[in-house]
């Protein structure tokens, strides 16, 4: 009997239970209706909007079509940028008559450049000297990367043509507004002369010591004699000074004169322009050494 009474009851709990309702107090057969414990209504499923393939290949579309209107906008501010420098900068014409003024009786024929002078000033100041038509793309790449790593303008990245256009058309202006328009005329200088001729004129203009300009000037008061009997070491501390002319003035600054002379002797060495044996006597090279003097 107990036991009937005892599986009865556990039926009555487990109806409870799965229904979710209560027999009041005081009867039986009367229940109330109670939420059933940890139970929350069920909640709508958001349906999920896929792409078909067709409105994949339409936003893709319109992708493409916003970038290439974007590019041809960029194309076309690039030339008309580009006509306007070339037709507001100097021709370049009167590139001798320039040279001259600023030379002061110094310029130099394409002749009287020493072989090792101009290979010392392309491996130190211009790679792509003989290939590029004025503005070297991956010296300036290379600068531009510098600059932004290093948070300023540091790096040059010009070459020698453009070198020469700003010293002779643009001296005064500041660095970035002589930017552009010395690209032009170095542009224009490359096709009106030749390599040699811009190599003659850019040593005959260059600063190259405190107060000297040019590379004949240089070698007077440096070595004691004239471009013609240049030596390696000599040849490459004219070359490595142009990037800063009067920090690098051996009178002055001997030991930032010996490391930028040997950092050009060694370009020389990595382009092949010398021998290890003739590097390693450059080097050793005094960087001030009496001379015979030169002719007036």
Known sequence: ???????????????????GHKPLAGGANRYVSVP??????????????LDTPASVHRKRGRLVLVIALAALLLLIAAAGSSVFLW????????????????????ELQPGQVPQVLEQAVVAAEDERFYVHHGLDTVGTSRAILDDISRLCACEGGSTVTQQLAKLLYYPDDSRLARKLPSVAVAFKIELHYSKAQIMAAYLSVV??????????????AYFGHDL?????????????????????????NPAKARDRRDYAIERMLEIGYISPDEAR?????PVLTPGPGCRS
């Not at 009474?5 to 799965?18: I, L, M, Y």
């Not at 600063?207 to 000297?212: F, H, I, M, N, R």
């Not at 013609?228 to 501390?237: K, Q, R, Y």
């Open 1 to 19: 009997m107990n036991t009937s009474r005892t599986n009865g009851r556990r039926r009555q709990q487990w109806s409870e239970a799965q229904s």
């Open 36 to 49: 059933a414990p940890n139970r929350s209504p069920p909640q709508p499923v958001a349906s999920l909007e």
């Open 87 to 106: 037709s507001t900068t100097p021709s370049a014409t009167d590139l001798a008559a320039r040279v001259a003024k600023t030379a002061g009786g110094g």
């Open 207 to 220: 600063p190259t010591g405190y107060g000297l300009v040019g590379a004949r000037a240089a070698s007077c």
């Open 228 to 252: 013609s009997s240049l030596s390696i070491a000599e040849a490459a501390e004219l070359a490595g000074m142009v990037q800063g002319p009067s920090a690098y003035d051996p009178r002055y």
């Open 281 to 285: 006597i450059a080097k050793a090279a």
